[in-house]
């Protein structure tokens, strides 16, 4: 078996195909038990599938070259010297098309949004237990027992409110070492089924997205609709915090995971909701 250092070294080769079957079936096998490295695999996957599906065409299509024949044609009889200046600026004329259609093509794409480390580790995790959850290191649905565990474990002392107060269901939690910092992730679910995940760190050196903080109590919060899902980020030194949830109202459910039943926060998220 390899491991995952070895598997980030060769994902480039197995993802287009130029690996040894034999090499092949021991990535595969790795990713199969490797939550970690299956993720970034799905990333690099999804990024190469994206830039595949976005290479400029070489040729203008079909389509556009017969419009184009149809507009320049000219029905009246044309003169020797009239074909002659057709012969020059025709080819000008598709050449130019062509740029100029790349280029329309290229500013529609959707801008990019430059996420922190952090974040894109929050998201990766996110989306891959949303698409197929994997077996996380507590599974617990009882706040207080998962609350002690973490703080076993992983020393983070997380208040976490009952699931009538926060309106979820908690599935359970991962603790997890990016870039050497102790970090936990925890999962839940909606009363529809759609999931919320939320991430805590020691990583003091955060910087949030760009964009104009909401600020509760000296704290400012970033938000952010990315790919689908709603990212709300803060910092309370020394932690930070990342919030993911699928729909706005779960912003708000996932504020009650800390602040449940704490009367003089809950008007406070509720403008801060408001204001998303």
Known sequence: MYDCSTILNIMHP?????LPTKEAIL???HLDTCSSCRIKFQKEKELLTFYKSNLPREQAPHDLKVRLNE????KSPVSTVQKKWFKIFYPATIGVTVVLLGLILFNLKPSEVKLSHLVEEALEYHVSYQNKPFKLQFENSNPEKLRQLIKSRGGFDIHL???EVSKL???GANLQMIEGIPTVLIFYKDSEGKMITLMVSDYDSFVPFKGNPEEIQSLKFYNLNFQGNHITTWQNKPRSYVLISE????????CHICHGG???MEPKIQSFIDRI
Do not use: A, C, H, W
Request: net charge negative; hydrophobic share 25%.
């Open 262 to 264: 704490n009367k003089e």
């Open 71 to 74: 507009l320049i044609k000219d």
């Open 247 to 254: 729909s706005r109202k779960d912003v708000g459910n996932g």
């Open 161 to 163: 409110s009952d699931p």
């Open 169 to 171: 269901n908690l599935i």
């Open 14 to 18: 197995y993802l287009d195909g130029e």
């Open 27 to 29: 990535i595969q096998e």
